[in-house]
C-alpha cells in the first residue's frame, strides 16, 4: 500500500508475481475466459488511442488489438517491466507508472478506456472514476468492472446467518484491507456523478464455485456464463459485473495538442527526443523514464 500525503492509499503491486501466482497458477482460467467474452462483447471492435488503467502485467492487454495504440498505466513499474517483456517494446504500447487518482494525462486525450479488476482497491472510486472521465474524449466508451457485494452468494450467507455484513445496503464493505465490494446501485450512482451514461451492464462469473470449477472445464463453464451475461441489464447477482458507459461532453474542450501533464499541478509536459525525465515548467517536479516507462509516482 502507498499513501501520500492528503491522498487516499492505492494498493502497491511492486515486486508481485500476481500475474503467475493469481491467475497462471491459481486456477482462475474461468475467470479469464469470462472477462474475455464480456470484454468482446462490450469493447469497440477498433479505435486509436485507449487507456488501461490498471493493465498489471498486461493479462488483458492483447484483447485490445483493434485499437492501434494502447496506454498501459499502473502503479506498479515491475508489473509494468513484465508486461513490457510479455509484450515488447514498439510504438503500439505506452507504459506509464502512475496514480489513478492523478492521471499523468491532458484532457480528453483517449479514444476508450478500461478500468478491470480495480474499482474493488479504491477507498475513493468516485475521485477516480472522475479522473477516468477527463481523459477521455466526449463519446468515448469506458469498460468498468468492479465486485459486487449484491451476489447471490453472499445474499444466501446473510440469510442464513453466517455473514454480518448486510449486501443489500448501499455502502461498501472492506473485506480486507483496500479490497472493497460494491452495490451495483452505487456504482450507478457515481458513475452519473462522475460524468458518464451507462449503456450496458452485463453479470460475470456466475459459476464461481469451487466444485463446479473442479468437474467442468472452463471453456464450457465460460460458455454457459456467456449466456447469463446478457441478464446484466436487468440484476445483477454475479460476484463480478462489467459495465459499459459513455464519456458525456466535458466544459474542459481540451487543446487538441499534448499527451502528459504534470500529476501534481496540471501543467502540459513536453517530452525532448532522448531524454531521461520528463520536467514541470511550472511546479519543477521531474518524472523519470525508466527503460522505456514513464513513472510519475512522484
Not at 479505435?47 to 488489438?65: C, F, H, K, S
Not at 451476489?151 to 450467507?157: G, P, T, V, Y
Request: glycine share 10%.
Amino acid at each position: 500500500m502507498n499513501e501520500g500525503s492528503g491522498n487516499p492509499p492505492v494498493i502497491d503491486y511492486e515486486g508481485s508475481d500476481y500475474q503467475t501466482s493469481f491467475w497462471e497458477e491459481g486456477g482462475r482460467e474461468y475467470e479469464d475466459l469470462c472477462e474475455r467474452t464480456a470484454l468482446r462483447r462490450l469493447l469497440p471492435d477498433q479505435g486509436q488511442l485507449l487507456l488501461e488503467i490498471g493493465a498489471g502485467a498486461g493479462r488483458n492487454t492483447p484483447r485490445y488489438r483493434g485499437f492501434q495504440r494502447v496506454v498501459l498505466l499502473d502503479y506498479s513499474l515491475t508489473q509494468l517491466q513484465q508486461a513490457q517483456a510479455a509484450l515488447g517494446k514498439n510504438d503500439a504500447y505506452i507504459y506509464v507508472a502512475g496514480d489513478v487518482y492523478h492521471l499523468p494525462f491532458v484532457d480528453q486525450l483517449f479514444d476508450g478506456s478500461t478500468m478491470i479488476r480495480v474499482l474493488h482497491h479504491m477507498q475513493d472510486p468516485l475521485a477516480a472514476l472522475r479522473q477516468a472521465q477527463r481523459v477521455l474524449k466526449s463519446g468515448a466508451p469506458f469498460i468498468l468492472e468492479y465486485a459486487n457485494k449484491h451476489n447471490l452468494k453472499a445474499i444466501l450467507r446473510y440469510w442464513l446467518g453466517r455473514q454480518d455484513w448486510d449486501p443489500f445496503s448501499l455502502e461498501a464493505v472492506e473485506f480486507t484491507e483496500l479490497n472493497y465490494d460494491f452495490h451495483p446501485r452505487s456504482v450507478r450512482r457515481w458513475l452519473d456523478e462522475a460524468g458518464f451514461d451507462l449503456k450496458d451492464q452485463r453479470t460475470v462469473s456466475h459459476f464461481r464455485v469451487g466444485f463446479l470449477k473442479r468437474t467442468i472445464p472452463a471453456g464450457l463453464l465460460a460458455s454457459l456464463d456467456a449466456l447469463f451475461q446478457p441478464t446484466g441489464k436487468w440484476w445483477q447477482l454475479s460476484p463480478s459485473v462489467f459495465t459499459r458507459s459513455i464519456a458525456r461532453k466535458a466544459q474542459s474542450s481540451g487543446s487538441g495538442e499534448g499527451f502528459f501533464r504534470c500529476p501534481d499541478c496540471g501543467t502540459d509536459l513536453s517530452e525532448k527526443p532522448g531524454a531521461e525525465q520528463l520536467a514541470c515548467p511550472d511546479c519543477g517536479k521531474t518524472y523519470p523514464i525508466v527503460d522505456g516507462i514513464y513513472d510519475f509516482r512522484g
